[in-house]
């Protein structure tokens, strides 16, 4: 623990303020700052009891999705057994699979192999998932990705301009998810030419229509937006901002008293893009929503420098988290509507600011009435009783002192960035288990040098209590998770790609040469390459074109080239292509990579460059 307390010393530092300072200015109890796992249950409260243990043979309950931080992928886990099951390549290139070696995915990564994936979010049909989509952010490349559940698979990703730092992500819940919505953490000039004051640096709230993944507008904003979420009835959207100062330096983003939460009104989105009030800046279309001037947008203010904002699965609260400040803010969805007519003040929203703990980052939900917080600072998961926090600012500072609305404090080990529980992003959200995502490992696995793992934990939302279960080693560093119940993803989960999907799949091999330019078609069946051999002329620019044709589960082929950098893997009824220039003249041996058959060593062809 002498650790954490430096973390927390150094934090208050970069904040400018002593822990003095904090403790005065805010509500701070004893019991809740020291306590270990234990909490401040009523005595009498129980912990959950359900088995975490999955035994060999037996499936997992739930399908995690993960961000996979700056590797740029997104990986698929079991939960609860917290096994990871693939990695799906999205903004990086892997090997393993070919991504970012063969013509189709080269073509939507279009030279740039780097990524930096915060936020995976599902499609929504009637306020819960419906299996059919992930979207997932690049906050380094400013791209947006679409992942089909089908297949699990990347298959379309679109670039954004206007924006940098594309950081929020979210999907519409209802009536289905037609909108996706992303957020510009870095405020820049739009368009972003030529120098400009920092005044005149915008934050961009991006709108892409979800099945043509295009963008549909953007809503120019002063603040910078950072966190993203959407409602349960298709009617607003709501981001963090923790730079309304436009700021450029940590001093000028920390100097107001009050951020924002933003909320956008998508009627009025609409409306203005049939009226045309927008700019086309970049080919898009671009809303000026800033000074407040546009009705579009109403701005909540919030204790400074706030970080993650996220909806109650009953659709009546949007929960700010404070970071800076040891508060959640509470805001009720149904009030917003009066307050973007006018006919009460955007603050008159907030209905609760229950104090959280030291550093609250993001808040999840059990269904049951609770949310969950972490605290980075603390390194805890706080839970807490979201009517007993607006009932006892109803009754006023003495009843708040009590801070009624505290279940129980979890400490974790350490420092939490997000924390998701199951399905809590639905309507459907069910309380059974929840994820820790700690941005700290330290002491918690064997040392592997100064570059350390993160530590996700496991923890059983059943009970009253919070209980810890399982201690998970995860390679840095995924930001954030949804995870949904296997009955949802599984029965849309294909053996198979559909074969005619891809216009050059193959059913017959041979070469065809036009000139210079050579297409190789290619059958793949365990364990023969549809050729033993082709031969090629030094110069020749070559299309190898391979079909898996085998229709058997889990019987996939790769194909590798020797000394040509060239290897990816075919799934059943998989084509894949890949364009290279035969400039090293010799017998090159191409091979299946992957262990399919008793004589997978002998599928084998030569390609002779003469
Ligand atoms: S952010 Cu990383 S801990 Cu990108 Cu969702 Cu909060
Ligand atoms: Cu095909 Cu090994
Ligand atoms: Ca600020």
Same mark, same amino acid.
């Given at each position: 623990m002498s650790e954490n307390k430096t973390d927390r010393r150094n934090f208050l530092k970069i904040l400018g303020i002593g822990g003095a300072a904090v403790a005065a200015g805010y509500v701070m109890p004893k019991d809740i700052l020291t306590s270990k796992s234990k909490g401040i249950a009523e005595a009498g409260t129980s912990e959950g009891k359900q088995s975490h243990e999955v035994l060999p043979g037996q499936l997992d309950d739930y399908y995690g999705f993960w961000s996979g931080g700056q590797s740029g992928e997104v990986r698929v886990l079991g939960i609860p057994s917290m096994r990871q099951i693939k990695s799906i390549p999205v903004f990086n290139m892997d090997v393993a699979s070919g991504w970012g070696i063969t013509n189709e995915s080269k073509a939507l990564l279009k030279g740039r192999f780097c990524g930096d994936t915060h936020h995976v979010h599902g499609s929504y049909t009637d306020r819960t998932y419906d299996g059919k989509y992930l979207f997932v952010n690049d906050k380094l490349n400013n791209r947006v990705a679409r992942i089909r559940i089908d297949y699990l698979e990347t298959d379309k990703i679109l670039d954004v301009p206007n924006i940098q730092g594309i950081h929020g992500l979210f999907t519409q819940r209802f009536p289905k998810t037609e909108w996706v919505v992303c957020n510009g953490e870095f405020q820049v000039p739009v368009p972003n030419r030529a120098a400009a004051d920092q005044k005149d640096y915008y934050g961009i709230h991006t709108i892409i229509d979800a099945e043509k993944m295009e963008? /549909?507008?953007?809503?120019?904003?002063?603040?910078?937006?950072? %966190?993203?979420?959407?409602?349960?009835?298709?009617?607003? @959207?709501?981001? +963090?901002?923790?730079?309304? &100062?436009?700021? /450029? +330096? !940590?001093?000028?983003? %920390?100097?107001?008293?009050?951020?924002?939460?933003?909320?956008?009104?998508?009627?009025r989105i609409k409306k203005a893009l049939n009226d045309k009030h927008y700019k086309v800046i970049e080919g898009i279309k671009?809303?000026?929503?800033?000074?407040?001037? @546009?009705?579009?947008? %109403?701005?909540?203010? /919030?204790?400074?420098? #706030?970080?993650?904002?996220?909806? @109650? #699965?009953?659709?009546?609260?949007? !929960?700010? @988290?404070?970071? /800076?400040? #040891?508060?959640?803010?509470?805001?009720? !969805?149904?009030?917003?509507d009066d307050a973007f007519n006018g006919k009460i003040k955007p603050k008159d929203c907030v209905v609760a600011n229950p104090f959280i703990g030291l550093g609250p980052l993001h808040t999840t939900f059990d269904g049951r009435g609770n949310?969950?917080?972490?605290?980075?600072?603390?390194? +805890?998961?706080?839970?807490?009783?979201?009517?007993?926090? !607006?009932?006892a600012e109803k009754l006023g500072?003495?009843?708040?002192?009590?801070?009624?609305?505290?279940?129980?404090?979890?400490?974790?080990?350490?420092?939490?960035?997000?924390?998701?529980?199951?399905?809590? &992003?639905?309507?459907?959200?069910?309380?059974?288990? %929840?994820v820790s995502l700690n941005k700290f490992s330290k002491d918690r696995f064997l040392n592997v040098g100064p570059l350390k793992n993160e530590c996700e934990q496991l923890v059983d939302l059943s009970g009253e209590k919070l209980r810890l279960v399982h201690d998970s080693a995860t390679y840095i560093e995924p930001h954030d998770c949804i995870m949904v119940k296997k009955s949802i993803i599984e029965p849309k989960v294909k053996d198979r790609f559909n074969m005619f999907e891809n216009p050059l799949a193959v059913t017959e091999s041979g070469v065809v040469r036009k000139g210079k330019k050579v297409t190789v078609k290619l059958t793949a069946n365990a364990p023969v390459f549809g050729l033993q051999k082709v031969d090629l002329k030094k110069g020749d620019e070559v299309t190898v074109i391979v079909t898996n044709n085998d229709e058997i589960a889990d019987l996939a082929h790769g194909f590798a080239l020797s000394n040509y950098n060239i290897n990816f893997v075919v799934a059943p009824f998989q084509t894949k292509s890949v364009t290279f220039k035969a400039d090293k003249p010799g017998v090159y041996w191409a091979y299946c990579t992957n262990f399919c058959h008793a004589l997978h060593l002998e599928m084998r062809m030569r390609f002779i460059i003469t």
């Open positions: 963008i /549909v507008c953007q809503v120019m904003m002063d603040g910078n937006l950072d %966190l993203a979420a959407t409602d349960y009835n298709g009617k607003y @959207s709501f981001a +963090t901002s923790y730079n309304t &100062e436009k700021g /450029v +330096t !940590i001093s000028e983003m %920390l100097a107001a008293d009050y951020d924002a939460l933003y909320v956008f009104n998508w009627d671009v809303i000026d929503a800033t000074k407040g001037k @546009s009705g579009i947008v %109403l701005e909540i203010p /919030v204790a400074k420098n #706030p970080h993650g904002v996220n909806v @109650s #699965p009953d659709g009546k609260y949007a !929960i700010c @988290s404070g970071k /800076v400040s #040891p508060t959640c803010t509470v805001v009720e !969805i149904a009030r917003l949310a969950i917080t972490s605290v980075f600072i603390d390194s +805890t998961n706080v839970k807490w009783n979201i009517a007993k926090a !607006i009932e500072e003495e009843a708040k002192k009590k801070n009624p609305h505290i279940v129980d404090v979890l400490d974790v080990n350490y420092q939490v960035g997000h924390i998701e529980a199951t399905m809590a &992003e639905t309507k459907e959200a069910d309380g059974r288990w %929840l």
